[in-house]
Antibody
């Protein structure tokens, strides 16, 4: 059974930093691309960032480019999202999402339960 | 990376059919057959129900179907059931090697 377990998230002040992690199990992690998708309170889904299976290809939404960094450790079946220069508009539930193949172009087929992040003073 | 366009809401009675449209541009829906649809009942995690325009993952009822023409993709739900009440999101892969979602459509079963 595919399981994606995000770290706890938390409350951060504007301008601050936070690192999310996602522990994956139930599938061969290094064969699948992964993404982060967020959902602000009462709002829709927004794709944030994605990383190919090998970690060499990374992609970001314009809204987070230059502030967020995605990475993965295939030896530990874990994906990360380093978030810096956080803004109030980054407040959302952040979902760890698995792709159906090695490339980002494959559909997003399994979602974690989400990690709530609140940016507020 | 502008969001895909979906109607904010649709509704239908049990047993009826509803269609949700999702309009993009030449850089997303118009470029690839990489359109997916997700179902999100209140308080739950999104679930993939259609991938690559018209493929249903295992376990998704055949009442759900997808199609695409030009820059517009569509999700059709036939034989509406009360349990279908949820938010529905389309998404498309883009020429920027990213994904873009629609704003979401709230389906109400009357």
């Amino acid at each position: 059974e595919v399981q994606l377990l995000e770290s706890a998230g938390g409350l951060v002040q504007p301008g601050g930093s936070l690192r999310l992690s996602c522990a994956a199990s139930g599938f061969t992690f290094h064969l699948y691309a992964m993404s982060w998708v967020r959902q602000a309170p009462g709002k829709g889904l927004e794709w944030v960032s994605g990383i190919g299976a090998t970690g060499s290809l990374k992609s970001y939404a314009d809204s987070v480019k230059g502030r967020f960094t995605i990475s993965r450790d295939n030896s530990d079946n874990t994906m990360f999202l380093q978030m810096s220069s956080l803004r109030a508009e980054d407040t959302a539930v952040y979902y760890c999402v698995k792709s159906a193949g090695i490339l980002l172009a494959f559909p997003l087929d399994y979602w974690g339960q989400g990690a709530p992040v609140t940016v507020s003073s | 990376q502008s969001a895909l366009t979906q109607p904010p809401s649709v509704s239908g009675s049990p047993g009826q059919s509803v269609t949700i449209a999702c309009t993009g541009t030449s850089t997303d829906v118009g470029s690839y057959d990489r359109v997916s649809w997700y179902q999100q009942p209140p308080g739950t995690v999104p679930k993939l129900i259609i991938s690559e325009v018209n493929h249903r993952p295992s376990g998704v009822p055949d009442r759900f179907s997808g199609s695409k023409s030009g820059y517009t993709a569509s999700l059709t739900i036939s034989g509406l059931q009360a349990e279908d009440e949820a938010d529905y999101y389309c998404s498309s892969y883009t020429t920027s090697s990213s994904w873009v979602f629609g704003g979401g459509t709230k389906l109400t079963v009357l």
